[in-house]
Antibody, heavy 119, light 108 residues
């Protein structure tokens, strides 16, 4: 079955760090661009990052310098390392596959993992 | 930064046609994607590259441009179509993915 499964969401204090992961099955993360999209409670979708299959990543202005994406091909997964977290980073974090690399059309989404930043 | 504007809500009776718009500067020059998100669930791609439907998406879902806005049209609306709908583009000038604010579709 082709799917994405996120994990690692938690309650973290402001200024803290957290690493969330996205495990893929049914396809190789080495072959597809994977994006992170988040959704604050009761709000809309906000793009966070794109990790390109050929290497490299880009980030939204709101997280650049604080968030870093990495790929673990041995586990067929990606991770999003989040540092210097603030309340504005609270939300459900989804990973999403770009069905047409650099086409930015997200044809497969995980179920999301909840990150809560609060003291 | 590039902004996509959607109406916050649209209401339609079952069996009628729902139209959800997405406005942005020169949006006709961009490829638009549309996502459906039901309550408590992950988004689902319903249209890509303006008007292409992924496998499994009914023909009732279609895309077009009108009056400088991208449009998602849902024909013969069903109760199961009730959801939030988001448009999305890639903005070359900023190298960012941009989502619209979302439209809540209510089936009366």
């Amino acid at each position: 079955e082709v799917e994405l499964v996120e994990s690692g969401g938690a309650l973290v204090k402001p200024g803290g760090s957290l690493r969330v992961s996205c495990a893929a099955s049914g396809f190789s993360v080495s072959d597809k661009d994977i994006n992170w999209v988040r959704q604050a409670p009761g709000k809309g979708l906000e793009w966070v990052s794109a990790a390109y299959s050929g290497g490299g990543a880009i980030y939204a202005d709101s997280v650049r310098g604080r968030f870093t994406v990495s790929r673990d091909t041995s586990k067929n997964s990606l991770s999003l390392q989040m540092n210097s977290l603030t309340a504005d980073d609270t939300g459900v974090y989804f990973c999403a596959r770009d069905g047409d690399n650099a086409g930015y059309m997200f044809d497969l989404w995980g179920q999301g993992t909840l990150v809560t930043v609060s003291s | 930064s590039y902004v996509l504007t959607q109406p916050s809500s649209v209401s339609v009776a079952p069996g009628r046609t729902a139209t959800i718009t997405c406005g942005g500067d020169n949006i006709e020059t961009k490829s638009v994607q549309w996502y459906q998100q039901k309550s408590g669930q992950a988004p689902v791609l319903v249209l890509y590259y303006d008007e292409q439907r992924p496998s499994g998406i009914p023909e009732r879902f279609s895309g077009s441009y009108s009056q400088h806005r991208a449009t998602l049209t849902i024909s013969r609306v069903e109760a199961g179509d009730e959801a939030d709908y988001y448009c999305q583009v890639w903005d070359f000038s900023s190298d960012h993915v941009v989502f619209g604010g979302g439209t809540k579709l209510t089936v009366l």
